[in-house]
Every structure is written in structure tokens, then in C-alpha cells.
């Protein structure tokens, strides 16, 4: 059952929202005056007995203000839910990804031959030093863990990174690890080996060459600095939205704001489900929205919620700033129209100010041609009387287009804003993936097993370090390969089988050079994104570190891992496209990864391979100042919606390691098609109205009324006394037997008799441009009755006979079935544009020559 507010009757799920809609209050007040002028005129026509009847008109405008307010409304809330959604979705999304990392790690560093052997050998405060300083050389590299604990079987902490007064660990955990028959162990509580405070840890056993554990590797999570630099990312400077990460119970894990979401609060399990938008929090109300994670690649992650709130009273009051501004009334008639942006109920509401405002005018048009040559006495109030009431509708549609305009534009804001934030998501998924990737090849090349190997060659030893890199491969699925090779560029050995054949083959790559030079574990090189025979001559990039000998000096050799590009990219421009409720893409939409060259180097769509120029340049002075950008740019003979997001790096990946490749992350959404139609027709009563502001001719000066109307551009009109009345296009029925130049459009029963109608932009040689505003001035004709078509209704002026310029003056034509033309002035004798007087009785003798009287009975049967 619908919920009334203030007379407009609402969604229920709106009652409690309605009241913080200040737009939607200050549009209601401003129909409520409109009403009651549509109170005022109904009754003066009622008085006057020979205005045209108001009530229909008036009931039909109260029911249609009552519909648009509340599509307003639900439109409203819907916009700002989209929005934390959006946010919240990335938030617990990045999350998960970065987690899924953790995952292989441990995996990979629980298999480290220094930490196994340090186990195997007796405790000794050397070797404990020793794998304490390895563990830090680990965190200088991946810098999202604050602790590395190196347990024994028997629970005796050998080594760790942070210092901590606990010698043993007792905690379950360690049990699990030393059990489970998975690939790692999460844990997200308060373990006394650990903190005091509740941390996530990822664990999993050290196991000797026989498979039998030795102890357990637990590396700790630094969740609360994560989760604020994902916070900050999200949230621009103003923003009143609050982001948390939640667990399915309700407890946050971590918040965007320590006063209104702190770490540790209880929410309600209801929250999280949905069924009420509005949730109350330390005595205010919130919307709220709950979003669990899509996961990545199968890991879901700990189970947790990315929870958006926005304080209520805020919640409809942020600006959509400059973004709305740049939104021309050109951009908002395409994308009007358009299914997928907006609701069939909106664009019904639209339609329906359009119908009721083009019967209006029909209305008072007849109503006017009645009063026309009338010498009655309230003749003068009546016309008067009509035009106010004309008036009174072109206001309360002005004010409906304007209201629906507005949200025409914050929607069009809002998917820019989209764009720009799917982008942003893409950039920043991607950075910090590459950041994984330089931290991998620099930790993997300080395996003791390698520089054995590299110092001391031997079948045996390139067999071991094939297994190695074959088992990080299984755990790093993001490679195709991984490649061991020597001081000489000499391959070693290879992760992957299907590749064995590159061993004992040189490496003539410019980062071989490259890599051999550095001279610091902390040091990598990357590739430029090129074809290359280590990827199927696909582009890619390949990240490599120096495989240091233990005395220093010279290096090694070196390990590239050739990054299985062309599946990982893919799969993030596909989560960042932009999409609806239902989770689907918005039709047309498409995003790319974009590099410092203008080629593409990533697309969702296959028109835009790897290696073409971009579909979107976009301006590299605003991305560098700002960082990102969102516009609407025409392509392709589409209005699109334009998001770009410029590469800013991940912790020290490209901010302080010296490293920089400005990639450039675009989403594009298409808004409706640009518009080619010159011929744009002025609103009804637009042209003119010089002629009805000029002063009446004086009292004894010959003049006649006319009624006008609109084909095109055009403003023409007939003599008001050739008019019966104008009606609407329904009901006309095409006729049976076609003119040869198309002039007869059908006939029209009017008063019980067929009547035909001709398309007049036809016969005057003006473009058609039908559209549902289209009517039919009924006229008569040297005796017979006939319809014309026209594009809208004018103004019915009276002329002076000698304003009335003759056609025979200006042209030497005769074909041309018009009296004349006649220059009109406004009140300040402005030029105010110029009228055709068309010749009803050569129209009627032209229609009459194509079609006869035959032809029309043979229609109308």
C-alpha cells in the first residue's frame, strides 16, 4: 500500500527518507503554487462559460506532479545506494585480492630452504640472528606484514621478526598448521604469541625433504594499515560516507572513521542483510548498504562484509560538483531516451507531461479559434483567459522537464562518477598486482638453493631448482613462466615443463644486461610491455632480481618471471566495468588499460586489441595534476561517459623504488546516440511571440486573426476563419491509393466524415521530423474540408491586412501556396520573426489534383 506525504503518495520504503530530500520538498512547493493558479484559472473558467474546461487538465497535472515526486524520490535514494554500493563492493574486493596474495605466500616461505635447514639444525643465537635478518630482508619487500613467527614442533618460538616477550606458541593455530591437509591456514582473532589485540595471520608447516613438518611459519597481517590506505583510496576529502569491513555477525573489523565505525563495534546481524536501508548507530540514522565479496580466482577471503554508510540527514545533500555542470541540454536529449539509464516508469512520466501539455495546448488553440471575429463582450477575457491558462502549463511542465532534467543530469553525474571510480579500481587492482610481482622476483632470487647452484653447476642442482620453481609456479598461478639463468644469460632451468626446451639457450633480452648489473636484493628490473618469444611473441612484462652470491660481488645469475599478462589484465578490466543493480555490464561499456605510448596494452573489447592506439585519448596535464578524470566525450557517433585513472603506485612500488611506467586505466560507458538533426523544433508558442506582445491594431484598421503553427523551423499559419479545430493524429488511417509524390498522409474521421490530411512539410519541401507531438489543423478549403500535419501549435495574432506582404512581391514563383508573408515586431519594434499566410483553397486544389474523390472513398471503405 502506498504511504501519503504531504498529499504525494510514496513507496513505503520511502516514508523515512522523503523528509531529508530538500529537492524534493523545494519542487513540491513550487507545484503546490502552481495548483493552486491551477484552482484560481479553473474557477475563472467556470465563471466566464466560454473558456475551455479546466478540470481534466488540471486533475491530470495533479496526478502526474503527485508520480513525478515520487519517482524523484525513489530515483534519489537509488542514486546515493548505487554510490555506496560502489564503494563498498571495491573496498572488501581490493581486500580479498590482497589477501589472495597471502595465501601463496605463506605457502612459498613456509618452502624456504634457509628457514627448513634453520629448523633441521640445532637452535643457536647465530642461526637464530641469521634467519631474523632474512626475515627482514622479507618485510623490506613485502611490506603488509608487521611480524614473521617461526615456531617449533614443540611450540618453542625460534624466531620473529617484532620483538615480543612470548618463548612458546600454544594457540590452535599451530596445531591446524601442522595438520590441515589444505595449502595454508587464515585466522583472523587474538593469539597471546601475537598481540593482545585481534590480528590475521596466515600460517602453514615447515616440512623437511620427507614431507615430515618440522614446525610452523606464521606471517601476521597488517590489516588496520591496509584497510586505511583501501579507505583512502575510496574516499575523497568532503566524502560523509563511512566505509567498515565487517564480519557476518556484525563485528567491525576495521572502519574508515574511529568515532563513528570503530574497530571492535557490534552491529546488528540485520544491518548486514538489507531488508531496511536505514540503520540507527550511536543515536543517528544511516543508509546503509552491505556488500559481500565476488572473490578472486575461487578465495573468498575471511568471510567478511564491505559495509557503506552515509549519515541520513548528508545522505541527499553532496554535490555532484563540476561534473554535472559540463552536461549540455543536447547530451540530456539523448540519453533520455535511453532504456538502460533510466526507469520506463521515468521516462513515462516524461511522455505524460508532454501529452498533457500538447492537449492543453490544443485546447486553448481551439478555444482561442472559437473567440476568433467574436464580438461578444467577454470575448477579449476569454482570450485572456485562455492564454493565462496556457501559460499555467507551460510553467508546470517547465518546472516537470526541470526537475526531470536535474535528475537527468545526476544520474549522467553519477555514471561519470562510476566510470571514474571503475577506473580508479582498475589502476589501483592492477598496481598493486605488478606490486606483487616485483616483490616476488626479488625474494625468490635470495633461495640458497639458487646461488648453490648458479656458483656450483651440476645436473642434479638444475633439476632441484626446476622443482622449486616449479612448485612456486603452482602456487603463483599469475606466471606462465619462471626462468632461472646464469652470469652469462644462460637459461638453467624453467618452472614450466612445456618450456624445458629453453634450457641451455642464451637470453638476448635487454633486461638480461639489465638484471646482472644490480647489485642489491632490494634492486629489480622490469621489462617494457613488448611481444617477446618467452610469452608466444605476445606482449607482457617480465620482472627479474640478481641472484646475489652470499660474499657479494658480482652477480650470479639472475630469475625473470614472465607475467601471464594477457588473462590477469583481462580479468580486472572485466570486474571493473561499470554495471547495473544486477551485477550485469551496462550495455556498450568497455574499459583498457592504456600505456605512456597511447597504445593499448589491456581491452575488455575486442575492437581495441593490444598494441592499437587508444579508442579514448585523454588529457595527460589534468590526469598528472589530478590523478584521474571523468568527462563526456563523443565517440564512435555516441555521447560516452568517460572515466580515466592515472597509475600512482602501491606502497613502495613505484613511489619510492625508482621505478615508473605511466599507465592509464579508461572506462566507458555510452549515454545515447549525438544527435544530427539540424532541425531542431522550437517549443510550442516560442516563435512569435513578438506578435502577440505588439500592440492590436488600432480601432477601423482592417486586420484578420491567424491561427499559427510550427513545421521545422517554420512559422506558419492560415486565416482563423478557415479553421475548424485541430485534433490529434490518432486514428489516422493511411489511404489506399498513394499520391505520386507522397503529399496525402491518410484521412482523418472528423465529425462522422472522412477528411484528408496532407503532409504539408511535404508539399513545402521541409524535411519531415514526425514525432509524437505531431497534430492536425482541420480547415476549410473552396468548399471541402482537409487536414494538414504540423509539428506544434503557434499563437493566433491579429494582423493588420496591411502587414501582409504578397508573395508575388518577393519571388516569381507560383507554385507556392501562400498569400504572403507578413514581418513581425515586438512591443519595442524588435524584429520578432516572420509568418507565412498559406492559401487554404490552392492547398485544397493541390490535394484535389492528387487525389480525387475516388480515391478517398476507396480509403475510407
Known amino acids: 500500500m502506498p504511504t501519503l506525504h504531504q498529499g504525494i503518495e510514496i513507496d513505503p520504503a520511502l516514508a523515512g527518507l522523503i523528509r531529508h530530500m530538500r529537492a524534493i520538498d523545494d519542487y513540491r512547493q513550487v507545484f503546490d503554487r502552481l495548483q493552486a493558479s491551477w484552482d484560481t484559472l479553473t474557477l475563472l473558467g467556470q465563471l466566464s462559460g466560454n473558456a475551455t474546461e479546466m478540470s481534466g487538465t488540471r486533475s491530470a497535472f495533479e496526478g502526474l506532479t503527485a508520480s513525478l515526486l515520487g519517482h524523484l524520490a525513489k530515483e534519489t535514494r537509488d542514486k546515493v545506494m548505487t554510490d555506496l554500493r560502489i564503494k563498498a563492493q571495491n573496498a572488501i574486493d581490493v581486500l580479498v585480492r590482497n589477501l589472495f596474495e597471502r595465501t601463496a605466500d605463506i605457502g612459498f616461505l613456509a618452502a624456504d630452504t634457509d628457514i627448513r635447514e634453520m629448523l633441521e639444525a640445532q637452535s643457536s643465537p647465530d642461526a637464530r640472528a641469521a634467519i631474523e635478518a632474512r626475515f627482514r630482508d622479507y618485510v623490506a619487500k613485502y611490506s603488509v606484514y608487521s611480524d614473521i613467527v617461526l615456531v617449533d614442533r614443540e611450540g618453542a618460538i625460534r624466531a620473529r621478526l617484532a620483538p615480543h616477550e612470548a618463548q612458546t606458541a600454544r594457540h590452535a593455530i599451530i596445531d591446524e598448521a601442522l595438520s590441515s591437509s589444505g595449502a595454508y591456514v587464515e585466522h583472523y582473532g587474538v593469539m597471546d604469541f601475537v598481540s593482545d589485540e585481534q590480528a590475521l595471520v596466515y600460517a602453514w608447516r615447515v616440512e623437511d625433504a620427507a614431507k615430515r613438518p618440522l614446525g610452523v611459519l606464521v606471517l601476521v597481517f597488517r590489516l588496520a594499515d591496509e584497510m586505511a590506505g583501501i579507505f ?97 541540454e543536447d547530451l540530456l536529449a539523448a540519453v533520455t531516451s535511453q532504456a538502460g539509464l533510466f526507469s520506463a516508469e521515468l521516462r513515462g512520466v516524461s511522455r505524460q507531461a508532454a501529452m498533457i501539455q500538447a492537449d492543453l495546448n490544443r485546447s486553448v488553440w481551439n478555444g482561442s479559434i472559437r473567440q476568433a471575429g467574436s464580438t461578444a463582450a467577454n470575448a477579449a477575457f476569454s482570450k485572456i483567459l485562455l492564454w493565462e491558462i496556457s501559460s499555467a502549463g507551460r510553467k508546470t511542465q517547465a518546472v516537470c522537464d526541470a526537475s526531470i532534467g536535474d535528475l537527468h543530469r545526476t544520474v549522467v553525474a553519477a555514471i561519470m562518477e562510476k566510470c571514474r571510480s571503475r577506473a580508479a579500481f582498475a589502476i589501483d587492482v592492477m598496481d598493486r598486482n605488478l606490486y606483487e610481482r616485483a616483490n616476488d622476483c626479488r625474494w625468490w632470487a635470495l633461495n640458497a638453493s639458487f646461488a648453490r647452484v648458479l656458483a656450483a653447476p651440476s645436473p642434479e642442482g638444475r633439476r632441484l631448482c626446476g622443482e622449486i620453481l616449479a612448485t612456486i609456479n603452482a602456487l603463483y598461478t599469475v606466471y606462465s613462466n619462471l626462468i632461472l639463468f646464469d652470469a652469462q644469460g644462460i637459461v638453467v632451468a624453467v618452472s614450466q ?62 630469475i625473470a618471471i614472465v607475467f601471464d599478462s594477457t588473462p590477469q589484465f583481462s580479468a580486472i578490466l572485466a570486474d571493473c566495468l561499470p554495471t547495473d543493480e544486477d551485477g550485469a555490464a551496462l550495455p556498450g561499456a568497455f574499459a583498457v588499460l592504456v600505456g605512456s605510448d597511447g597504445n593499448v596494452v589491456a581491452s575488455s573489447d575486442p575492437r581495441f586489441p593490444i598494441g592499437s592506439e587508444s579508442p579514448l585519448p585523454v588529457d595527460p ?23 580515466a585513472a592515472l597509475s600512482k603506485g602501491y606502497r613502495e612500488y613505484k613511489t619510492s623504488d625508482g621505478h615508473r611506467a ?9 549515454l545515447g546516440e549525438v544527435a544530427t538533426d539540424a532541425l531542431a523544433r522550437p517549443a510550442p508558442g516560442s516563435a512569435g511571440k513578438g506578435a502577440l506582445a505588439a500592440q492590436k491594431p488600432a480601432d477601423g484598421v482592417e486586420a484578420f486573426e491567424v491561427a499559427t503553427f510550427h513545421i521545422g523551423r517554420h512559422w506558419l499559419g492560415v ?38 490530411v496532407l503532409r504539408l512539410a511535404r508539399l513545402l519541401g521541409i524535411p519531415d521530423a514526425s514525432s509524437e507531438e505531431q497534430q492536425i489543423v482541420i480547415v476549410r478549403a473552396d468548399g471541402r474540408t482537409l487536414g494538414l500535419i504540423v509539428d506544434a501549435l503557434g499563437l493566433i495574432p491579429e494582423i493588420a491586412a496591411s502587414e501582409l506582404q504578397p508573395l508575388r512581391d518577393l519571388t516569381s514563383k507560383t507554385d507556392v501556396p501562400a498569400l504572403g508573408v507578413v514581418a513581425t515586431r515586438d512591443a519595442r519594434g524588435e524584429p520578432a520573426g516572420m509568418l507565412m499566410l498559406l492559401d487554404v483553397d490552392r492547398l485544397g486544389a493541390r490535394l484535389q489534383g492528387e487525389s480525387g474523390p475516388a480515391a478517398l472513398i476507396q480509403a475510407a471503405e
Not at 589530478?626 to 560516452?640: N, S, Y
Not at 491509393?737 to 465529425?751: E, M, S, T
Open 497 to 558: 615443463p612445456s618450456q624445458s626446451h629453453l634450457v641451455g639457450q642464451a637470453l638476448d633480452a635487454e633486461w638480461v644486461a639489465r638484471t646482472l648489473a644490480l647489485r642489491s636484493g632490494q634492486h629489480y628490473a622490469v621489462s617494457s610491455f613488448e611481444p617477446t618469444p618467452l610469452y608466444d611473441e605476445a606482449s607482457t612484462l617480465i620482472y627479474t632480481a640478481a641472484v646475489q652470491a652470499p660474499s657479494g660481488g658480482k652477480a650470479l645469475g639472475g
Open 662 to 670: 605511466d599507465v592509464v586505466a579508461i572506462c566507458a560507458v555510452p
Open 719 to 756: 486565416k482563423a476563419r478557415d479553421v475548424i479545430e485541430a485534433v490529434d493524429l490518432v486514428g489516422l488511417k493511411p489511404s489506399a491509393r498513394k499520391a505520386g509524390d507522397g503529399l496525402l498522409a491518410g484521412y482523418k474521421l472528423h465529425q462522422g466524415q472522412p477528411v484528408p
Open 621 to 643: 596535464v589534468v590526469l598528472d595534476r589530478d590523478g584521474d578524470l571523468a568527462c563526456i566525450r563523443a565517440f564512435e557517433g555516441k555521447h560516452m561517459a568517460v572515466g
Open 232 to 328: 583512502r583510496k575510496l574516499l575523497p576529502e568532503r566524502d560523509w560516507t563511512v566505509l567498515g569491513c565487517v564480519s557476518p555477525e556484525g563485528d567491525v573489523i576495521a572502519g574508515s572513521c574511529a568515532i563513528q565505525l570503530p574497530a571492535g563495534l557490534k552491529l546488528s546481524p540485520a544491518a548486514l542483510q538489507g531488508r531496511d536501508p536505514v540503520v540507527r548507530l550511536g543515536g543517528r540514522q544511516y543508509l546503509a548498504m552491505a556488500c559481500r565479496t565476488a572473490g578472486y580466482q575461487g578465495y573468498m577471503g575471511p568471510g567478511w562484509i564491505g559495509l557503506g554508510l552515509i549519515p541520513l540527514e548528508a545522505a541527499f545533500d553532496q554535490d555532484d560538483g563540476e561534473l554535472s555542470k559540463g552536461i549540455g
